[in-house]
Structure formats: C-alpha cells, structure tokens
C-alpha cells in the first residue's frame, strides 16, 4: 500500500480500491467493492468485518440503505474520521462517522428526520445497495468465537457463543427470558474472545459459502488465537441512554447490535446515537475499566467520589433472610414479618453472639405503602425510637426502598398502560417527585434513618404504548429516579447513604454503594459473586461494595461465601439464627466464622 500520511500514530494508507486506517492497537481496512470494514488487532488476527449500513427504525417505516457512499477523510487531534453518507430509507439524511484513534474507533450515526425510534440497528441493516451482493438484513462478520457479557444471567455462563444472541439492560424478573435483575444496568460492555477453529470448519468450496471464506477459514487454522480481547461498548451521558437493552444480536458467523427505544423516543429533525467504543483489552474486566475510564475522560460521569464516611464501610446486617426464616417457622409471607418486634428479636441473637453490626437494614415491608412510604404503625409503632437507640448504639439503620411500585400514587404521578392504568411510578412526572422529595424527607428527618437500600430496580417501565409526563426512557429514566432519591438524600443528610445494584459508570452520581444483589441459588455462590464483584471494581472503583448474604442453596455454601465475603467487599449478614433454605441453625463454629470475616474486613480497611 502507498502511504498518503503517517505523520502521528494514526495514519491512513491507500493501496488500489482498498483504504487502510493504521495505529498500534488495530487495522481498519476498506474495500470500496464491499459494504465493510475489516477490524484486525496489532497482531494481524482479524476479528471482524464490520457492516457500514446501519438501520434506524421507527413507528412510521423499516430504515434501509440504497448507496453507501466512499468516506470523506479528516485528520486531526491525533485521530482520523471517516464520515459515510448514506442515501435511501426513512431518513432525510444519514450519516455514519467512524472516529479511529491510537487506542480505538468511536462510531455513531447521525440522521435527519422524524420520526418514533423503535430499534436501532449498528454494524447491521436493511440494504440493497449492491446487485452483486443481493438484498436483504446483512451483518457484521464475526471471526471471534465467544462473547462475554457482563450482566449475570440464570446460567452464570461469563461467556457464550458467538452464534448465541444476549442483552443487557434495565428489566428483570424471576420469569422465563427475564432472569437477569442482579445488575440494573451493568456496564454496556461486550467482548470478543478467538479461539482455536475446530478443524470441521475449515472446509472445501463444495460444503457450500464463498471459496474465499473458506480460504480465509484454512489460513487461520495455522495462526495462533489472538490473546486479546476485542470489546464493544456504549459509551456516552446519561441523556444520550434512553433506550432500555443493548442487544447482541448473533448467528452463525455473523452478529450485529441493537438499542431497543421501543418507540419512546421521538426524533424531530436531528438525531445522534450514542457512541460506540471499540478497542482491545486484555481481558473483559479491563474493557469495562477502560469504558469506565473513558466516560471519566469524557466527562460523563465522576468516578471519585472522595473521602467517604467511615460507617459507609461497617459490616451490615439485613433482616431479610431472618424474615424468610420465620415463614417457615411461622407461615405467613416474608414481608408479614418485618415488624420491630421481630428486629428487636434479630438485634438480642446477634448480640448475644457478641455481633453487633454497623449498619441494619429494615427490609420488606415496613412501609404501609411502598409509593409514599409512609411507616406501618402496627408493625413499627415506634420507628423513631428504634432508630434513636440505634444511633445510641453507634449503628446506622436504612431503609428498604422499592423503586418504581405505584402503590398508593394518584395517576398523574405513574406511567400509565394503555387503559389508564398505573405501571410504575414515573420520575418524569413534577407530582411524583414531590410526592418522592417529601417520602425522603420523612424518612431522613422525622424517622431518622440514614439511608436506603434500593430494590427492584429490575422493574424499569418497558414497551410500546405506555405513557408518561417528560421525555426520559430506559436506562436515563432509571437514573432519573434514583438521582432524585439520592439528591434530596443528601439535601436532608450529606453522609446519607444510597445502595443500588446499578454498576455502570453514569450512575455514580446516583448511588453511593454496589449490592451485589441476590445469590442465584442454581449455580456456584463464590465464582458468581466474585464475578460480580470484579464487574462493580472494573466499572465504580470508588464505589463500597455489599456482597449481599441471601438466599443459599446450603448452609456449606453459606459458611464458604461467609469466608470470601472480605475479598470482595463489605461483609453482610442476612441470617440470625437459621439459615432459611434448609432450616439448619447456626452453629457457635457459624458466629465465630461471622466474626472472623467481620475482624478480617475492618484488618483490610485499616481498622
């Protein structure tokens, strides 16, 4: 190839119909005969041939492309930007600009239009631009093998085939396809991973496909796997995230990706999608640290968030667990058992066991109603008191907070369902945030509590046809709410405390700790969490982690989580007496393990 510059580490190359973008990390390379970008790593491995005609949809039409034009060439800041113009489909205009840096290429799309974004297709769409290749859904190829996607799912499987579709997003439940509520959202990070090609691919023309693909195929059957990790990612402001599921999208040999805007999201004359960051990484905990890194450069989020207060970091004891216990003891539902009677009961076991907690967590439910929560007399005649004397006692107490449940919110306080009907409440609404505002300031200041554990997050509002008072979707009206929950938190308490179990780097600013978030009882304790765990430091370093304690699928994995707990974070202890899922008690052995993991937890924190 004849080299047109190189005066940086970027340089740009031509070479007959071919143009080839070089820099120490990677090589882009373009051949005007074919709709693609070939995406290689310093070491030659080719991970991808990325498709350049990406589809907009909307409620109005399916977005296409009838011509792809050759991409006009800019140079500057030690970067150069390929912008592609596209012509046909649904748009008054459409652009697609790749942005290749020293260490990476950002691309998004920019289009002109109006129009209801239902799902956006990048490095994949309807096109029908050239004879020779037909018409139709084309993709980008995909010569990796495995993909990890951080959110936890039911099977706790870090990676699947590259043929295998997945998602990560803001929903979840214990329903079939949804069994993914533990991070809400985990960072929007995919990586690839090569592995060794198993000799069956590599086969003749006449087993079918191009000869040159199988050509390619047999070439790397010689060549070591790349050793590096190829990882695509969202990175942008929070306003820019108002969509609620990054989708991989795979089959065989191919993959492309997908936002979900669901039809929520009304462009009228110009649009811009998020930004996508490709780059290498040594592995997937260090492609979501470099995403984290660039949304701080970027200036999308603040990391640090600076000396913390000292209690943030105590052991924690939550009632949950004790409250499934007595179900089994008692019958009833677990939410019936979280009364002061039974906490003041918790509180004498432990410390009859000389444990005696930082922080105790009230969990579900002693609200009357989740959406004011207003305290329930009956079960907690004298919530004032109780935190009052904890306080005496150095502990801290928050309180479980559902997000998102309507109960007891008048409607123009909710998003509403089709017949007028409440779905959640809706942080977009100026009647729910008051009626939220005001919620925390009961709870901080004439309560006493000193924070909120956060659940349900999982239910973020999703789907066509609902409807709500601002403009915010997805994963930006999640943070909606849990910044004005965390705002006014600290407007009433500046050291108040806000627990999430949403690790993604825009969320800094609302939340303050990472719950690891329930165990999934099917698969191993200790290897899941400690992946949870490694996603929360990858993506928040800054941020305290609770490792969680609930539920176990045995008293041995609860012993052997209890011993790991002060590896990965702040130590939490769901069970007082029993471990609920067996019914077996506590040993003095168990309380001595609890205490050891406390002692080794303040020993790490220096104290």
Not at 165 to 194: C, E, N, R
Request: glycine share 8%.
């Amino acid at each position: 190839m004849h080299t047109m510059t190189d005066p940086r580490q970027v340089s740009v190359e031509r070479g007959g119909a071919a143009l080839r973008v070089c820099s120490p990390a990677y090589r882009l390379t373009l051949d005007q005969d074919r709709p693609f970008a070939r995406l290689e790593d310093a070491g030659g491995h080719v991970f991808t041939d990325l498709f350049l005609a990406p589809s907009l949809h909307t409620t109005r039409g399916l977005d296409r492309t009838a011509r792809l034009h050759p991409p006009e060439i800019s140079e500057e800041d030690g970067a150069v930007t390929l912008t592609f113009r596209l012509e046909g489909g649904i748009w008054t205009h459409k652009r697609l600009i790749l942005r290749c840096d020293d260490a990476g290429i950002d691309s998004h799309v920019e289009v002109s239009g109006d129009g209801e974004l239902t799902d956006v297709h990048l490095f994949g769409g309807h096109y029908n631009g050239q004879q020779r290749w037909g018409s139709g859904f084309f993709q980008s190829s995909a010569f990796f093998t495995r993909v990890f996607n951080p959110e936890p799912y039911k099977r706790e499987h870090r990676t699947i085939p590259a043929a295998q579709s997945t998602a990560i997003d803001v929903m979840g439940t214990s329903l079939p396809g949804k069994a993914h509520w533990f991070f809400t959202p985990a960072p929007l990070v995919y990586a690839f991973q090569q592995e060794l090609l198993e000799p069956r691919l590599a086969l003749g023309a006449d087993q079918g496909g191009a000869p040159e693909y199988h050509e390619y195929l047999r070439d790397e059957l010689r060549a070591a796997p790349a050793s590096r990790w190829l990882s695509v990612s969202v990175v942008a402001p929070v306003d820019e995230l108002n969509f609620t599921s990054f989708h991989y999208d795979g089959q065989e040999t191919a993959f492309a990706l997908r936002l979900a805007y669901e039809g929520q999201t009304r462009v009228e004359g110009q649009f811009r999608t998020p930004t996508l960051r490709l780059a290498f990484a040594d592995d997937p905990y260090d492609a979501i640290a470099q995403n984290s890194a660039r949304h701080a450069q970027l200036g999308h989020t603040q990391l640090d968030q600076g000396a913390l207060p000292e209690w943030w970091n105590t052991p924690i004891q939550c009632g949950w667990g004790a409250q499934c216990y007595l179900v089994r003891e008692r019958g009833g539902r677990a939410p019936d058992h979280c009364t002061q009677e039974n906490y003041d009961g918790f509180l004498a076991a432990l410390d009859a066991h000389d444990l005696q907690p930082g922080i105790l967590v009230l969990d579900d439910k002693w609200s009357a109603a989740y959406g004011t929560s207003e305290v329930d007399r009956v079960k907690w005649p004298d919530l004032e008191g109780w935190i009052a004397r904890a306080h005496e006692r150095s502990q801290r107490v928050l309180l479980w907070w559902k997000a998102w449940d309507p109960e007891g919110l008048p409607r123009d306080a909710c998003v509403l369902n089709d017949l007028g009907e409440p779905v959640t409440a809706d942080p977009t609404s100026p009647v729910y945030e008051a009626i939220l505002r005001r919620a925390v300031r009961r709870m901080l200041l004439e309560y006493g509590a000193d924070g909120f554990k956060v659940d349900f997050s999982a239910r973020t509002p999703s789907g066509p046809g609902l409807t709500r008072h601002g403009t915010a979707w997805g994963i930006q009206l999640l943070h909606r709410l849990l910044w004005i929950l965390r705002d006014e938190a600290k407007r009433c308490k500046s050291d108040a405390l806000v627990m999430t179990h949403t690790p993604h780097p825009v969320f800094a600013n609302a939340t303050d700790m990472i719950r690891l978030n329930d165990v999934n009882i099917e698969q191993d304790v200790t290897e899941q969490m400690q992946h949870r765990a490694r996603v929360t430091r990858a993506a928040l370093p800054y941020h305290p982690v609770d490792t969680d304690n609930w539920p176990m699928p045995s008293m041995d994995a609860w012993r052997a989580y209890t011993r790991l707990q002060p590896q990965l974070g702040i130590p939490s202890l769901y069970f007082v007496t029993h471990v609920d899922s067996d019914g077996q008690a506590l040993t003095p052995d168990d309380y001595q393990l609890v205490r050891e993991s406390w002692a080794q937890w303040r020993a790490r924190r220096g104290g």
